[in-house]
């Protein structure tokens, strides 16, 4: 069976990806920063299809992701997929942002990139595979009025990862970011209706994307040949 770890796993894109993944039978390393009860609900409720472990803590810090990683190792032997999907918004002028605001949002969007990846890739060395998915946002690509730090991160996020590649592509291991538009999440529920409909109207497809489309699309990426690689996908339903 094939192991995979996914930060931010209890609510939006990363939970669709556990149930998702558990579904197509991988063995499950789950973490979460901010709801100890959330992610105890999303082990038990996955527990019943497959195999089960969770790491609480905040991956903007680097034991969080030494200590998910190991005990991955130390449960399921390998680890196969590293799926980067933590990450938190801020919306508001860049002037009125405080610099604390700035390194929070840097360490759980960006930081965490790097620690979750540091912290894998030699175990992805030892067996010359693995692939490592990279979760991004059109803004990261354009940029956003009034988002100009999360732009910043999801920018970095997309040159590390085709650097990234690069670097890890001599030793059969892939490396790629999805590029998404808007999905109907939690990060996305401080618009009201009336925003929501002026927001789908300007999507050629005339709607958000479902958190569940969101992790249908990311299998496929996972499960493409390794020859995939350096790439940022875009997944928008045209809007860009």
Same mark, same amino acid.
């Given at each position: ?52 472990? %969770? #790491? ?6 680097? @034991?969080? /992701? =030494?200590?998910?990683?190991? +005990? !991955? ?71 956003? %009025? #009034? ?6 991160? @999801?920018? /970095? =996020?997309?040159?590390?990862? +085709? !650097? ?77």
């Amino acid at each position: 069976m094939k192991s995979i770890l996914i930060t931010g796993a209890t609510r939006g894109i990363g939970l669709a990806l556990a149930r998702f993944y558990a579904d197509k039978g991988y063995c499950l390393t789950l973490n979460g920063g901010h709801d100890k009860d959330a992610l105890a609900a999303v082990e038990k409720e996955l527990s019943k299809k497959t195999r089960v472990i %969770s #790491c609480f803590g905040s991956v903007a810090e680097e @034991k969080t /992701a =030494i200590t998910m990683t190991q +005990k !991955a190792m130390d449960t399921f032997g390998q680890i196969d997929l590293l799926i980067n999907n933590a990450g938190i918004s801020h919306i508001g002028l860049l002037s009125d942002m405080t610099s604390e605001e700035w390194h929070t949002l840097m360490g759980t969007n960006l930081d965490s990139v790097f620690y979750m990846s540091k912290a894998v890739i030699p175990h992805m060395l030892h067996r010359h595979s693995g692939k490592i998915l990279n979760i991004s946002s059109v803004w990261g690509e354009v940029g956003a %009025s #009034c988002e100009a730090a999360y732009s910043a991160s @999801k920018g /970095a =996020i997309n040159a590390l990862t +085709k !650097a990234l590649a690069k670097e890890l592509a001599p030793s059969h291991i892939s490396v790629n970011g999805i590029s998404f538009g808007v999905i109907d999440t939690d990060m996305n529920r401080c618009f009201d209706e009336e925003e929501r409909a002026a927001l789908s109207e300007e999507i050629p497809y005339g709607r958000f994307a479902s958190p569940e489309e969101a992790a249908a699309f990311c299998y496929q990426i996972t499960e493409s040949p390794e020859y995939l690689t350096g790439q940022i996908i875009r997944f928008d339903g045209g809007w860009i």
